[in-house]
């Protein structure tokens, strides 16, 4: 059973436009979320995090926004560049810890 | 800093086959955690380690084990392997369990059963 859902397997954006690409959890207990950005041939790299105490974390380019009655986040890139071409995951925890629950990911392409 | 390092990178067993995976994680960190990614699957929590004992078990067979020493390396086991086994197996170290922190990846090893 698929806890945490990325609906969306791939996306494309042009350079400079604004990439959004959105996850769904279905526990409630979640309440720590990160986004990794994986490449090819690398192990997934931490991007950003959010706790359910907020509703918006920004870092530079990349802003992620929750909505915890609609047990969705989202992760915005503005503006997206070339280099940003990966595959996102977003995972959720319900507690402390280091258990974490990943979506299947979103395939990111920012073409020039 | 050295990052996480997994070996071997690449891996090719028959059925019924075991396999060992090692993972040393950031030093300092205590806390290693394993994933197995398949297509369509995402990540696929395995189990975590901290200080030599498993804190966590994801939903995986019995067929799939592991362990941690005290230098807080970390090991993977699968025996008797399948051909849905072949992933690719990623290992997470963070500094302690029980802290909202994020994990630091390896690049993981491919294991390919044929």
């Known amino acids: 059973d698929q806890q945490v859902k990325q609906n969306s397997p791939s996306l494309s954006v042009q350079e400079g436009r604004i990439s959004i690409l959105n996850c769904d959890y279905t526990n409630s207990m979640f309440d720590y979320f990160l986004w990794y950005k994986k490449y090819p041939a690398e192990g997934p790299t931490f991007l950003i995090s959010i706790s359910s105490i907020k509703d918006k974390n920004e870092d530079g380019r990349f802003t992620v926004f929750l909505n915890k009655s609609a047990k969705h986040l989202s992760l915005h890139i503005v503006p997206s560049q070339p280099g940003d071409s990966a595959v996102y995951f977003c995972a959720a925890s319900a507690e402390t810890g280091n258990q974490f629950y990943f979506g299947t990911g979103t395939s990111l392409t920012v073409i020039p | 800093k050295a990052g996480v390092t997994q070996t071997p990178r690449y891996l090719i067993k028959t059925r019924g086959q075991q396999v060992t995976l090692s993972c040393s994680p950031i030093?300092?960190?205590?806390?290693v955690s394993w994933y197995q990614q398949t297509p369509g699957q995402g990540l696929q929590f395995l189990f975590e380690?901290?200080?030599?004992?498993?804190?966590n078990k994801g939903n995986f067979p019995g067929r799939f084990s592991g362990r941690q020493f005290s230098n807080s390396r970390s090991e993977m086991n699968v025996s008797t392997l399948e051909l849905g086994d072949s992933a690719l197996y990623l290992c997470?170290?963070?500094?302690?369990?029980?802290?909202?922190?994020?994990?630091?990846f390896g690049q993981g090893t491919r294991l390919t059963v044929v």
């Open positions: 997470a170290s963070s500094l302690e369990a029980g802290v909202w922190t994020e994990a630091f």
């Open positions: 380690y901290f200080s030599e004992t498993q804190r």
């Open positions: 030093s300092g960190h205590r806390s």
